[in-house]
């Protein structure tokens, strides 16, 4: 008879078994890709995001016959709750062997921690708080490569938590563009004209001067995130200083394009990087002894990237904003060599992004569903 047991994470044993779960899930999963455990580490300790700044969270590793086979990050964003009038917590890096009762116990463990702290629903996964990684499981698309920053998960994972009580909550979702099939000639033409017309143009995003960009991305974000969006609020100045940290190593700034009025007003923006995944792949987790030899050598050889938000201010929204900054990273992209780009994950009440990235071909091609349990 095996034996289950949950336990909270509280020594640097239980942190390693917490950050290794995965590998011996995935072992011959070419879809997975390794994190870099230095990163992940400063992520589950809450150095380089929101997560500790946020709420009370906790990490909780199940371990069967003493061998670690699943774990979870349980967590409340009191900010988030408090600026939407909710009572809910969030699950983020949830993994199992496939055991339902593993799966079970790590369930009811967050269920009965979010209840003693008069939490009325569950929502997860999500990306642990200033995140955007981790976000849902996929349901229809198990084959496709995993771009950087983006969530593998094994297809039963849904059928854990559908049959312990979770229902849909929201899709997400990932679109393909195939730049090698070269830009729609008809918006090559259109976004000059339009740039005219309203009087705005594109920058790329200034590493040299990276505070004053991060303000005015802070300021678009500001000014375009609907109050409608149930689960976002504006990144707060000290957020904005973690994205640029996390921004400034990977950022090709030939992908970031910032819109200004011909006066300087800021009035959008996107976030394309590089998909380092496909060097990831290569380094195991760990940059020493060989991860770094891995990632010269497999630096030179991205052919994709992901395009991971766009925003523009609502007076702007019809004015060809959205495509000018599409198409100058796209031929970018396209000039890099690289085959194609990933547009994710664009939530399902997004109908503006999604019509603005379909115009430039692009293709639906991976589904992430969020879920969510009432518990009070």
Same mark, same amino acid.
């Given at each position: ?7 909270? !994470?509280t020594?640097?044993s239980?942190?390693?078994?917490f950050?290794?779960?995965p590998w011996?899930?995935?072992r011959?999963?070419q879809?997975w890709v ?8 400063k992520? =589950?300790? &809450? /150095?380089?995001?929101? @997560?500790?700044?946020s ?5 909780? !590793? ?5 061998i670690p086979c699943g774990r979870?990050?349980v967590g409340? #964003?009191e900010?988030? #709750?408090?600026?939407k009038?909710y009572?809910e917590?969030y699950?983020?890096? *949830?993994?199992?062997? %496939?055991?339902k /009762?593993?799966a079970d ?6 269920e009965?921690?979010?209840k003693?702290?008069?939490m009325? $629903?569950? +929502?997860g996964p999500?990306s642990?708080?200033?995140g955007?990684?981790? $976000? &849902?499981?996929?349901?229809?698309n198990?084959?496709d490569?995993t771009? !950087? ?32 099939e070269?830009?729609?000639e $008809? ?15 594109l920058n790329k995003?200034? @590493?040299?001067n ?19 969006w149930?689960d976002f609020?504006?990144?707060?100045e000290?957020? +904005?200083? =973690? =994205? %640029?940290?996390?921004? =400034?190593?990977?950022?090709d700034?030939d992908?970031?394009y910032i819109a200004?009025?011909n ?6 923006? #996107? @976030?394309?990087?590089p998909d380092y #995944?496909q060097?990831l792949?290569h ?9 770094f ?14 395009f991971?938000v766009l925003f !523009?201010?609502?007076e ?5 904003v959205?495509s000018?900054?599409? @198409?100058n990273? *796209?031929k ?6 690289? /085959?194609y %780009?990933?547009?994710s994950?664009?939530w399902e ?6 019509r603005d990235?379909? $115009? ?14 009432v518990?009070g």
């Amino acid at each position: 008879m095996s034996l289950i047991k949950i336990e909270i !994470v509280t020594t640097k044993s239980q942190e390693k078994d917490f950050i290794k779960v995965p590998w011996s899930i995935y072992r011959d999963d070419q879809c997975w890709v390794p994190p870099l455990i230095s990163d992940f580490k400063k992520s =589950i300790r &809450g /150095e380089n995001n929101m @997560l500790s700044k946020s709420g009370p969270f906790t990490l909780i !590793v199940a371990y069967k016959n003493d061998i670690p086979c699943g774990r979870l990050c349980v967590g409340i #964003n009191e900010h988030l #709750n408090e600026a939407k009038k909710y009572k809910e917590g969030y699950i983020s890096l *949830f993994e199992c062997i %496939a055991d339902k /009762e593993v799966a079970d116990k790590l369930l009811s463990f967050a269920e009965e921690w979010l209840k003693k702290k008069n939490m009325e $629903r569950i +929502i997860g996964p999500l990306s642990l708080p200033g995140g955007d990684d981790n $976000r &849902g499981f996929i349901i229809d698309n198990f084959d496709d490569p995993t771009l !950087v920053m983006n969530t593998y998960n094994k297809e039963y994972y849904n059928d854990y938590f559908t049959d312990y009580g979770f229902r849909k909550y929201l899709d997400c979702y990932a679109y393909k563009v195939n730049i090698s099939e070269g830009i729609n000639e $008809r918006y090559q033409n259109l976004v000059p004209y339009a740039m005219e017309k309203y009087k705005f143009k594109l920058n790329k995003l200034d @590493l040299n001067n990276i505070d004053k960009e991060m303000m005015d991305i802070k300021s678009i974000i500001e000014q375009a995130m609907p109050e409608e969006w149930d689960d976002f609020i504006p990144p707060s100045e000290e957020e +904005i200083k =973690i =994205i %640029a940290e996390q921004l =400034i190593p990977v950022a090709d700034p030939d992908l970031i394009y910032i819109a200004r009025t011909n006066e300087g007003k800021p009035i959008g923006f #996107n @976030l394309t990087v590089p998909d380092y #995944n496909q060097v990831l792949k290569h380094m195991n987790g760990r940059v020493f002894p060989t991860g770094f030899l891995k990632y010269i050598l497999n630096k030179k050889k991205i052919n994709r990237a992901r395009f991971f938000v766009l925003f !523009v201010v609502p007076e702007y929204r019809k004015k060809g904003v959205s495509s000018a900054i599409y @198409l100058n990273s *796209f031929k970018s992209v396209l000039d890099k060599g690289y /085959e194609y %780009a990933e547009g994710s994950t664009i939530w399902e009440y997004n109908d503006i992004m999604m019509r603005d990235i379909e $115009r430039f071909g692009g293709k639906k091609y991976k589904t992430y569903r969020i879920y969510k349990k009432v518990i009070g």
